[in-house]
């Protein structure tokens, strides 16, 4: 069973940085692009990165560029997204999902989320 | 603000047909496959359709996708409270260089 486990979730300060993994198991980790979406309080999905099956190509939202940085260890089937100077607004339940086709935003399956909390 | 334009919610009796749609533009929708996502209170989202109409295994015929230009349509027939969720379209934005969702849409059972 294909299964995504999201850990390093937690409660910062804004400007302050958190490493969130994803532990992957049940499929061959190597070969799949994966991704971190994000749900907003609102309930809201935003799609935040991308990353390819050997970090040759990776992709960012606007809204991240420039703060978090998305990389994977394939031998360690982890993936892992870097946050820094985090804002209020980065008030989310983060999760990793594998891509089955990006251009098609095909996602699946999804990890169970964890939560960050950006409060001051 | 999502990029893909959703209906806030939608409601229908047991046993009705509900449609759910998704707008976009040529950017994305019109040109790229469309996904659904089905989501319950306190559980991660699932995947319900790719490639605009196809159901993995495990999914029901009462779902069914559908596309027509810059929009696309979820349908649930048969409708059963056990189907009151939220649901999310998402696709590719080929100018953004980013994946887009839509804002989801609360299905209510009456």
């Known amino acids: 069973e294909m299964q995504l486990v999201e850990s390093g979730g937690g409660l910062v300060k804004p400007g302050g940085s958190l490493r969130l993994s994803c532990a992957a198991s049940?499929?061959?980790?190597?070969?799949?692009?994966m991704t971190w979406v994000r749900q907003t309080p609102g309930m809201r999905l935003e799609w935040l990165s991308s990353i390819s099956a050997t970090s040759s190509d990776i992709y960012y939202a606007d809204s991240v560029k420039g703060r978090f940085t998305i990389s994977r260890d394939n031998p360690k089937n982890s993936l892992s997204l870097h946050m820094n100077a985090l804002r209020v607004e980065d008030t989310a339940i983060y999760f990793c999902?594998?891509?089955?086709?990006?251009?098609?935003?095909?996602?699946?399956?999804w990890g169970q989320g964890t939560q960050v909390t950006v409060s001051p | 603000q999502s990029v893909l334009t959703q209906p806030p919610s939608v409601s229908a009796a047991p046993g009705q047909r509900v449609t759910i749609s998704c707008s976009g533009t040529s950017s994305n929708i019109e040109n790229h496959y469309v996904s659904w996502y089905q989501q319950f209170p306190g559980s991660a989202p699932k995947l319900l359709l790719y490639d605009n109409n196809k159901r993995p295994s495990e999914i029901p015929d009462r779902f069914s996708g559908s596309k027509s230009g810059t929009s696309a349509t979820l349908g649930i027939t048969e409708l059963q409270t056990g189907d009151e969720a939220h649901y999310y379209c998402g696709t590719w934005d080929s100018s953004l260089r980013a994946g887009v969702f839509g804002g989801g849409t609360k299905l209510t059972v009456l």
């Open positions: 999902a594998r891509v089955v086709s990006l251009e098609a935003g095909w996602f699946d399956p």
């Open positions: 049940g499929f061959t980790f190597r070969h799949f692009t």
